[in-house]
């Protein structure tokens, strides 16, 4: 009967959702900021550590919330290692530009592994489920404690 | 699976073809339409009257000569009276509007709560509150000094009286806040009880009636409470409108809190006079339209009589308590012995938004998340509910496709 | 009598057809409406709106997952970007929803006013204020000992520029809040100078545009306005729904007003946190319905275009204030160069009221009284005036049987 | 044209309404209260001195509305003279009556004078008008100091 939703709940949705594999609190960290959906109550927290030249050397995240919003955290971590926070922001806009129209184009290497949330955009009000660990992400590096996806 | 025994009295069929959105369509489904407890559907009566006063006799009310205006102003306030004989309010004084039950308990937090109270003293709540009926409170103690308490629940999701008692032995209470009925958990609060323990120890009490009275004659005076809120749109009615009731006595004693046209008695710069209750309380042109169409589903909702509007409601709920407690890994949450139309359930394996999503795609709404009330969520050691609410217009049968598209949403997550 | 020039662009029967109301008689005669500036009445765009939204597609907003929820989400926030889009705000999110213009001043008198100002702070109002842009100021003066300071208008009815200007001198003034076009005299108020002036002296404005921006172009980021507020029901819009323009930086450093549903990013008892603006500003469920019919008021005023508007309504002001004047004993309130379709009028040996009823049996809807001015009436030395106030759907047709029918009730009280 | 209004503007309103006989402060009284009708900004105020055995003296008023609202407490001012607080209430009810209804059953000798107000009854935003200042009367009888008419 929900076929046509595998689209969205594609196996690595799924399996990452399940079993996020970077589903970690940072014991050593350098930057930390949570992130609240107030429309629906999901909450994620995120801690990043920088390597020496101020790349991204680790992050992990904590996720309370669906399938979704844990498998964009999840597949977030991977995308992000090594990035700096320009290119960070970069990778955010072209993730949302992802999760709300569906487009990547010319997608770079790193956001390939995202393509399974690309069929968020189909359903407006689960957007901002997978936007949510960014939007923390992006607030972490930019020293806020906590922001909202509203 | 019990055989529910549905109200003769009520001819679903009829009241159903009342309601012009049931018959969309979502997504070529039909649509089943379970999320009444946040907003409700509105009968033709209501649109038809929201329609007719906009274009047969519409002015802006109380200060007009003319007949237009003369027309509107009485129409608008035979909402006050309409409100007061649901209410069984003594006076239609008692009566105010507001835009819903929200700005209604922020009233009474403001003009009650820092003009009345004292610094010290402490507001009860309970643990099973919508952020409405919490939030005012904690701005009233971050602002003015009062204390809040919360009065905690049971495991099956209702209050536990002892435990409320308590509260009041050191003397500081001055108010109650307490819902009539969870929008979460469907229990209904023992209100009488509620309100003869508060008033034992000197203290007023307010009830959120914001779910309670969709479902359930209220009487404030046998209830004898002294403020009683609830927000038109959950009773059939528009959005924009509410009625806060008061105690005569206390409104009076309150300051007004929005200041503007229409609740003045004179206005010089040095020093303004209030008009009488209500309108000392209601500032500015007020919800007219909606409020005229709040007389409508006042009525409309008589008309059908809260006796059969009740067991309606429970013998859905009952079906829906027996269809849901079957399917393998759906946990309900809340097993309070009074409740309402209201079934909160989690499902093993699957979050609540993702239940949700399938479920909309089915034609079925429900809502997912916390509905406002998350120290509630924390309290349950949940993060969210799914959560099926039921309206007059609700059926048995969209109960059983309720049941039987969440049994494939298990699957689907299996 | 100057013959006057109605703009050809206006296609006025073609206008007043989508109207239904102006169809209905009033005692078996023509209904002619001159009382907009009260209120004005909806055309057919915004009655269908707010029926459709009921019809197909209701549901509460912003936290439902389900396609009812998402469609009502979205056509409730195109009004946003609409109202944002309308004054020329700079980001959507610089738009709150507010009941009334009313709500609008008292939300920034209690959390600009008490959350940012500071005891011993002065706040500016005019000598022609609505007591909607007065009472909230006494109010928060007495709550909060900030002082009140009112800048005088000469006899024309025009904002006294220098007095005003004075009123900086000792540095006090924190806000400024004018009217930008009076209800009673129908002055414009040199928004542009008051603003400067304001900035100069490092206090913020707030523009109380109720009745401005019916007709005329507003453009907030022109003026440099803090905040600006206007009322839908005066915009051919529905009741219960008004919007307050704030900067964003002055919003975001705002404490909230209202605590509840909607307004919050997370819960605990010990402590909540605020969901963005604009949202940290509107508790609880919105006006939806009238959200979505104020979509359409805005969409159907930009379709006839302010320049339109303003030609048009110029054209019959300068007709009523020549015919009017012609009338033997009757003196027109208020002679600003800069003025709106509002004409305020006296007549010998007629008390306003007489005037009104008189006017009513006639069909013509005009109002009497102290049009919620009463200092203003004070100023002028008068008790009340009548006040006759267009539309984009008034014609001169209609002044025409004002100023006839105005001869034969002084003739009746002579 | 308004040959009907007759009914309401007649001889004894635009009289009374344009030159109140009783229409002053009084010097010496032993009650007085205002009366305002915040809707349309009549406002009234009452003046009274009582006799030795509490009826009511003498009666003056200021009035600040239209020709109703003074003809009104013109002739309220000689209904009530030499009535004591209970029997003037008693009068304020069947006048109130009066003004809503057009009706004036078993009508009392005092009244009588009033029935040219009858017509108001015919429009219902002007019975405020007549009524208000019989309410700053009451208020004054009861010690209190102004009322309102809303
Ligand atoms: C200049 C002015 N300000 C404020 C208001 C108040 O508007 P509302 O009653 O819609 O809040 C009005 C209209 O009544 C007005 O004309
Ligand atoms: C129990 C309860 N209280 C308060 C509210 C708030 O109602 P409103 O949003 O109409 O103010 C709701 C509904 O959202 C509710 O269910």
Redesign the pocket.
């Known amino acids: 009967m929900f076929e046509d939703l595998r689209d969205l709940y594609n196996a690595t949705i799924i399996e990452r959702g399940r079993r996020p594999r970077h589903m970690r609190r940072l014991e050593d960290f350098d930057a930390t900021a949570k992130g609240d959906n107030p429309m629906c109550g999901d909450r994620v927290q995120v801690w990043v550590k920088y390597a020496g030249d101020g790349t991204i050397a680790a992050t992990g995240f904590d996720a309370r919330g669906c399938e979704i919003s844990k498998a964009a955290a999840d597949l977030m971590v991977e995308a992000v290692a090594g990035h700096s926070a320009t290119s960070t922001r970069r990778l955010f806009a072209a993730f949302r530009t992802l999760a709300q129209t569906g487009e990547c184009a010319e997608c770079a290497e790193e956001l390939k592994p995202m393509l399974p949330l690309a069929a968020v955009h189909e359903y407006p009000s689960r957007v901002k489920c997978a936007t949510l660990p960014w939007h923390a992400l992006i607030a972490a590096l930019e020293g806020e404690g906590a922001t909202t996806s509203e | 699976m019990n055989a529910p025994s549905f109200d003769a009295r009520l001819d679903i069929a009829a009241i159903r073809a009342q309601f012009p959105i049931l018959e969309q369509k979502i997504r070529g489904k039909d649509l089943v339409f379970l999320d009444s407890a946040a907003s409700a559907q509105k009968p033709r009566a209501v649109i038809d009257a929201m329609v007719g006063a906009m274009e047969t006799q519409y002015a802006n009310i109380h200060r007009g000569l003319h007949w237009m205006s003369e027309r509107t102003t009485e129409a608008y306030e035979a909402t006050r009276d309409a409100a007061a004989r649901l209410l069984n309010a003594g006076d239609r004084h008692e009566i105010v509007f507001v835009r819903n039950s929200t700005e209604g308990i922020n009233l009474v937090a403001h003009s009650y709560g820092r003009g009345i109270m004292k610094p010290g003293q402490a507001v009860v709540i309970s643990a099973m509150e919508h952020h409405s009926n919490i939030v005012p409170w904690q701005m009233l103690r971050d602002a003015h000094g009062t204390e809040l308490r919360v009065a905690p629940i049971n495991d099956a999701g209702e209050l536990d009286m002892a435990a409320y008692e308590a509260l009041f032995a050191d003397g500081k209470v001055g108010l109650v806040a307490i819902t009539h009925m969870s929008n979460v958990l469907g229990s209904y609060t023992p209100a009488e009880r509620i309100i003869q323990i508060a008033h034992a120890h000197g203290a007023k009490v307010l009830l959120d009636g914001s779910q309670a009275v969709v479902h359930r004659r209220v009487d404030v005076r046998a209830l004898d409470a002294d403020f009683y809120v609830f927000t038109g749109h959950k009773l059939y009615g528009p959005t924009g409108i509410g009625v806060l009731y008061g105690k005569r006595e206390l409104l009076e004693a309150m300051p007004p809190w929005m200041g503007?046209?229409d609740m003045i008695s004179s206005v010089t710069y040095e020093r303004s006079t209030w008009a009488r209750v209500p309108h000392k309380f209601e500032a500015?042109?007020p919800a007219i339209i909606e409020g005229i169409g709040l007389n409508a589903a006042i009525e409309w909702v008589e008309g059908i009589g809260y006796p059969a509007i009740a067991a309606h409601e429970a013998a859905l709920t009952d079906h829906a308590l027996s269809r849901l407690s079957a399917i393998e890994g759906l946990t309900v949450i809340g097993r309070a012995q009074d409740r309402g139309g209201v079934v909160s359930f989690t499902l093993d394996r699957a979050h609540a938004h993702d239940i949700a999503t399938l479920l909309d795609r089915a034609g079925i709404a429900v809502r997912a998340g916390h509905h406002c009330a998350e120290p509630l969520m924390h309290r349950l050691g949940l993060e969210s509910t799914a959560r099926a609410s039921f309206g007059i217009y609700t059926t048995p049968g969209e109960i059983d496709v309720l049941a039987d598209t969440l049994i494939k949403v298990r699957e689907f997550f299996q």
Chains 1, 4 share one sequence.
């Open positions: 503007g046209g500015g042109t």
